[in-house]
T-cell receptor
């Protein structure tokens, strides 16, 4: 079975500072990895995804993530955050489509950007 | 970009009644749709996976007779909460997989905006 652990439930940071949101996954087979953002009372928006290829993945809003197979991690980073980045961030894992493909989410990390 | 629409966005119903939530893929064919439930300040819990034209596959612990899922077409899936109780109050989110993207080797899933259900 696959699982996802987001190591920080809350991350407070000042505006324009860098941020890293940590995500570790567990799986005995190859998986796809995703980061989603959820603003209050809204659905989820895909930030970026890793399916294969380059381990450094760039997404929207200046976010990037690096897939590290040996450490089973997929940490999300942004060099300089804005107030508008305040939201809940979810890391997710899925098997390839031909093996089921459903998304399993981590517990979420609340990013709070302060002025 | 691809859009998934949920309706209603908010609904209040009386205890004991049933309520239906629709999930539509507006500009793509969704071969697979997923239904999630989210409690405040918590993660998304997968309830079931539905494939067009077949019965939904429910996750362990989810009552299939209470949460009826129908995926009658490639653009519409519905979740019906039957005999609703206050503990069913929650945020329900659907997502849809683009079937064409799958054939191109891409696992692209799009989320709806969610539906708030309050049972009084």
């Amino acid at each position: 079975a696959q699982s996802v652990t987001q190591l920080d439930s809350q991350v407070p940071v000042f505006e324009e500072a860098p941020v890293e949101l940590r995500c570790n996954y567990s799986s005995s087979v190859s998986v796809y990895l995703f980061w989603y953002v959820q603003y209050p009372n809204q659905g989820l928006q895909l930030l970026l995804k890793y399916l294969s290829g380059s381990t450094l993945v760039k997404g929207i809003n200046g976010f990037e993530a690096e897939f590290n197979k040996s450490q089973t991690s997929f940490h999300l980073r942004k060099p300089s955050v804005h107030i508008s980045d305040t939201a809940e961030y979810f890391c997710a894992v899925s098997l390839p489509y031909n093996q089921g493909g459903k998304l399993i989410f981590g517990q979420g990390t609340e990013l709070s950007v302060k002025p | 970009g691809a859009v998934v629409s949920q309706h209603p966005s908010r609904v209040i119903c009386k205890s004991g009644t049933s309520v239906k939530i629709e999930c539509r893929s507006l500009d793509f064919q969704a071969t697979t749709m997923f239904w999630y439930r989210q409690f405040p300040k918590q993660s998304l819990m997968l309830m079931a996976t539905s494939n067009e034209g077949s019965k939904a596959t429910y996750e362990q612990g989810v009552e299939k007779d209470k949460f009826l899922i129908n995926h009658a077409s490639l653009t519409l899936s519905t979740l019906t909460v039957t005999s609703a109780h206050p503990e069913d109050s929650s945020f329900y989110i659907c997502s849809a997989r683009d079937g064409i993207q799958v054939t191109r080797g891409r696992n692209t899933i799009y989320f709806g905006e969610g539906s708030w259900l309050t049972v009084v």
